[in-house]
């Protein structure tokens, strides 16, 4: 080994050697704190300012769409994984009477049990519900615990859309802020003893540290044993797991709908992290949903028409997440999905996962790059608002409310081959039900060997929607020989 002291070195120097660079590293934001988490090479941040950055995402995200009305109530749907619960701190932080910059809207919680799905024991799902329990008492948000069995009882008009007034988003948030804003002062100077910076949404709501009274659905009241045996025999009966997983999320969303419907909710916020959406894209495109992409990765979803879906949480990658968590001891349960432990050429969801995490890990801007170039190319919000191609109230498919205009019809045929279809399903149950769906459902749903396990509240829609299109064909094609009659009568 060479010696500081050869000719052929430099001369061995009495001052101290230099720290390494990373030990001298400043937060980037403050320029005085010591670094804590490090998001990206180069952006290292300490704890309050790793704090303020990401809650600023989130606040950023809904304050520049301006969607959420104040005084409005919002349903947080509550998985138990880290990003959701993130989320729900979000919202419990911006609520609190410490924030800057509160937020202004009614929350409340759902949670949707998917034990009898995944496979999980009686005692196991008991246990996770406990933990689920435990911490919606601490949030102390209205809360709706939900058993996936209840898909069994939900009435076929959770299928259908029911559409509202357009409204002029900038002028009419800017009212309802100044509006919230004088009954917030005129609350303020009535209360005498009361803090002047209470909201009216304090006033208004009293959180319980329990479940709501009033909801019909509650926790004590489990499902029966038919519901659980009838919906185990349902994801049994499905062949591939990505069938099963498409299936769990279609029926996830309609039970989550439902609720938000029968308890006055019209927003429903969801925890996907930049990181999922970013999966989720190119998952859609393998199954062959890219018609569809500003509707399940943009901010806001709103082809329910009355209950818009809205995403604060998809700037925040899943490494933020973790961090955010870890450091501010944000609580979380761990439930069991479908895909826990399976292999990764299980589904293709587990395929395209991944594939984007390792690449992830190899290039930190994988995630960025293909959310917001591929979104940006084929799912850009601005395509979210332009009219539906088929503005009829029953032409979009059945599990995803996809318009069936946008795409599906296209990759089948078109006109020839649904009048083909309209005359054959009068005898075929399946193929009624089957053309009643997009593209990606289609091709899920040749994985289900029978469409009896289904739950009855989609087979009754798919019925109504059939003996509607025949009627309209029939009443179609009654007007056209009307009017041959009456262009020969008028030869003659």
Same mark, same amino acid.
């Given at each position: 080994?060479?010696?500081?002291?050869?000719?052929?070195?430099?001369?061995?120097?009495?001052?101290?050697?230099?720290?390494?660079?990373?030990?001298?590293?400043?937060?980037?934001?403050?320029?005085?704190?010591?670094?804590?988490?490090?998001?990206?090479?180069? *952006?290292?941040?300490?704890?309050?300012?790793?704090?303020?950055?990401?809650?600023?995402?989130?606040?950023?995200?809904?304050?520049?769409?301006?969607?959420?009305?104040?005084?409005?109530?919002?349903?947080?749907?509550?998985?138990?994984?880290?990003?959701?619960?993130?989320?729900?701190?979000?919202?419990?932080?911006?609520?609190?009477?410490?924030?800057?910059?509160?937020?202004?809207?009614?929350?409340?919680?759902?949670?949707?049990?998917?034990?009898?799905?995944?496979?999980?024991?009686?005692?196991?799902?008991?246990?996770?519900?406990?933990?689920?329990?435990?911490?919606?008492?601490?949030?102390?948000?209205?809360?709706?615990?939900?058993?996936?069995?209840?898909?069994?009882?939900?009435?076929?008009?959770?299928?259908? &859309?029911?559409?509202?007034?357009?409204?002029?988003?900038?002028?009419?948030?800017?009212?309802?802020?100044?509006?919230?804003?004088?009954?917030?002062?005129?609350?303020?100077?009535?209360?005498?003893?009361?803090?002047?910076?209470?909201?009216?949404?304090?006033?208004?709501?009293?959180?319980?540290?329990?479940?709501?009274?009033?909801?019909?659905?509650?926790?004590?009241?489990?499902? $029966?044993?038919?519901?659980?045996?009838?919906?185990?025999?349902?994801? *049994?009966?499905?062949?591939?797991?990505?069938?099963?997983?498409?299936?769990?999320?279609?029926?996830?969303?309609?039970?989550?709908?439902?609720?938000? /419907?029968?308890?006055?909710?019209?927003?429903?916020?969801?925890?996907?992290?930049?990181?999922?959406?970013?999966?989720?894209?190119? $998952?859609?495109?393998?199954?062959?949903?890219?018609?569809?992409?500003?509707? *399940?990765?943009?901010?806001?979803?709103?082809?329910?028409?009355?209950?818009?879906?809205?995403?604060?949480?998809?700037?925040?990658?899943?490494?933020?997440?973790?961090?955010?968590?870890?450091?501010?001891?944000?609580?979380?349960?761990?439930?069991?999905?479908?895909?826990?432990?399976?292999?990764?050429?299980?589904?293709?969801?587990?395929?395209?996962?991944?594939?984007?995490?390792?690449?992830? *890990?190899?290039?930190?801007?994988?995630?960025?790059?293909?959310?917001?170039?591929?979104?940006?190319?084929?799912?850009?919000?601005?395509?979210?608002?332009?009219?539906?191609?088929?503005?009829?109230?029953?032409?979009?498919?059945?599990?995803?409310?996809?318009?069936?205009?946008?795409?599906?019809?296209?990759?089948?045929?078109?006109?020839?081959? /649904?009048?083909?279809?309209?005359?054959?399903?009068?005898?075929?149950?399946?193929?009624?039900?089957?053309?009643?769906?997009?593209?990606? &459902?289609?091709?899920?749903?040749?994985?289900?060997?029978?469409?009896?396990?289904?739950?009855?509240?989609?087979?009754?829609?798919?019925?109504?929607?059939?003996?509607?299109?025949?009627?309209?064909?029939?009443?179609?094609?009654?007007?056209?020989?009307?009017?041959?009659?009456?262009?020969?009568?008028?030869?003659?």
């Amino acid at each position: 080994m060479c010696q500081v002291g050869e000719d052929y070195a430099e001369p061995a120097s009495e001052e101290p050697p230099p720290r390494q660079p990373g030990r001298e590293q400043k937060c980037v934001k403050c320029k005085e704190g010591l670094p804590v988490v490090v998001i990206r090479a180069g *952006d290292a941040f300490c704890r309050d300012c790793f704090k303020a950055f990401y809650i600023h995402k989130f606040r950023a995200v809904l304050g520049k769409n301006r969607l959420i009305f104040p005084g409005e109530k919002v349903l947080l749907a509550w998985s138990g994984g880290p990003s959701s619960s993130s989320m729900v701190w979000q919202v419990l932080e911006g609520l609190s009477r410490e924030s800057a910059k509160r937020l202004r809207f009614v929350p409340g919680i759902v949670c949707i049990d998917e034990g009898a799905a995944c496979g999980l024991s009686p005692e196991a799902r008991a246990k996770t519900l406990a933990e689920m329990k435990l911490i919606l008492q601490t949030v102390g948000f209205p809360w709706h615990v939900v058993a996936l069995e209840e898909v069994f009882d939900l009435p076929p008009s959770v299928l259908r &859309c029911f559409a509202q007034e357009p409204v002029e988003t900038e002028g009419a948030y800017k009212a309802a802020v100044d509006s919230f804003l004088q009954q917030q002062h005129v609350l303020g100077a009535e209360g005498a003893g009361d803090s002047p910076s209470l909201a009216q949404g304090e006033e208004q709501l009293s959180w319980p540290c329990t479940q709501d009274p009033q909801n019909p659905q509650s926790p004590d009241r489990p499902p $029966t044993a038919a519901q659980t045996e009838a919906l185990s025999r349902l994801f *049994d009966s499905v062949k591939t797991l990505t069938a099963k997983e498409e299936l769990l999320q279609a029926l996830r969303t309609h039970l989550i709908l439902h609720v938000a /419907r029968t308890h006055g909710y019209s927003k429903v916020m969801t925890g996907d992290s930049c990181t999922r959406l970013a999966i989720k894209l190119m $998952t859609s495109l393998a199954l062959g949903r890219g018609a569809f992409l500003a509707w *399940d990765t943009g901010f806001s979803d709103e082809r329910h028409g009355d209950v818009v879906v809205v995403r604060p949480m998809r700037e925040h990658t899943l490494k933020e997440v973790a961090f955010y968590n870890h450091l501010f001891a944000v609580p979380s349960v761990f439930t069991p999905a479908l895909d826990t432990k399976a292999p990764e050429k299980a589904s293709i969801h587990r395929l395209m996962e991944a594939f984007m995490l390792r690449l992830q *890990d190899q290039f930190p801007s994988t995630v960025s790059t293909v959310y917001r170039q591929c979104h940006g190319f084929w799912g850009s919000d601005s395509l979210a608002s332009v009219p539906d191609a088929a503005p009829h109230p029953t032409a979009h498919c059945t599990l995803l409310f996809c318009r069936d205009g946008a795409g599906a019809g296209l990759l089948w045929g078109g006109q020839a081959l /649904r009048e083909v279809q309209l005359c054959s399903r009068r005898e075929d149950p399946r193929a009624r039900v089957i053309e009643q769906l997009c593209y990606g &459902c289609r091709v899920n749903m040749k994985d289900l060997p029978s469409l009896d396990p289904l739950p009855p509240y989609i087979l009754a829609e798919a019925r109504l929607r059939s003996q509607r299109a025949c009627i309209e064909q029939q009443i179609q094609e009654y007007l056209v020989e009307d009017s041959d009659d009456e262009a020969q009568t008028g030869e003659s």
